[in-house]
C-alpha cells in the first residue's frame, strides 16, 4: 500500500524559512519523480516543484525559484521542500506527490498533476505578514 506523509508546515511569519519533508513508502521510489503541489483557499492546485528520480533535474514554477529548494534522498525515501525568504502568497496546503513511472520526463510534463499517481494528505503552511 502506498503512503506518502508530509510534516514541517506551520505558522512562520514573513521572511521566515521552513522546510517540508515526505517520507514514501510501497512503491520504487527511487524510479519516479516526485513533486511538491499547493493549494491556497478559492485556487486551484498549483505546481510547485519536481525532481528526477536521480535528483539531478529539478523544476520550479516562477514564483518561488531563487527561494525553494527541493532535493531528496533515495536511501530513505524521502523527499524535501526547503522554503526561504517566504511571503503571505505561499500560504497554502502543501501536497507531496509521485509521478506515473514513465509519465514525466519534460518539465511541461512534470507540471501536470495528471500524471502524479499518489499523493499526501497535505500539510499547511501559513506566513503571516
Known amino acids: 500500500q502506498v503512503h506518502l506523509v508530509e510534516s514541517g508546515g506551520g505558522l512562520v511569519q514573513a521572511g521566515g524559512s521552513l522546510r517540508l519533508s515526505c517520507a514514501a513508502s510501497g512503491f520504487t521510489f527511487s524510479n519516479v519523480y516526485m513533486a511538491w503541489f499547493r493549494q491556497a483557499p478559492g485556487r486551484e492546485r498549483e505546481f510547485v516543484a519536481a525532481i528526477r528520480w536521480s535528483g539531478d533535474i529539478t523544476y520550479y514554477v516562477d514564483s518561488v525559484k531563487g527561494r525553494f529548494t527541493i532535493s531528496r534522498d533515495n536511501a530513505k525515501n524521502t523527499v524535501y521542500l526547503q522554503m526561504n525568504s517566504l511571503n503571505a502568497e505561499d500560504t497554502a496546503v502543501y501536497y507531496c506527490?509521485?509521478?506515473?513511472?514513465?509519465?514525466?520526463?519534460?518539465?511541461?510534463?512534470?507540471?501536470?498533476?495528471?500524471?502524479?499517481?499518489?499523493w499526501g494528505q497535505g500539510t499547511q503552511v501559513t506566513v503571516s505578514s
Open positions: 506527490a509521485a509521478a506515473r513511472f514513465g509519465s514525466v520526463w519534460t518539465a511541461t510534463q512534470a507540471r501536470y498533476p495528471g500524471n502524479y499517481a499518489y
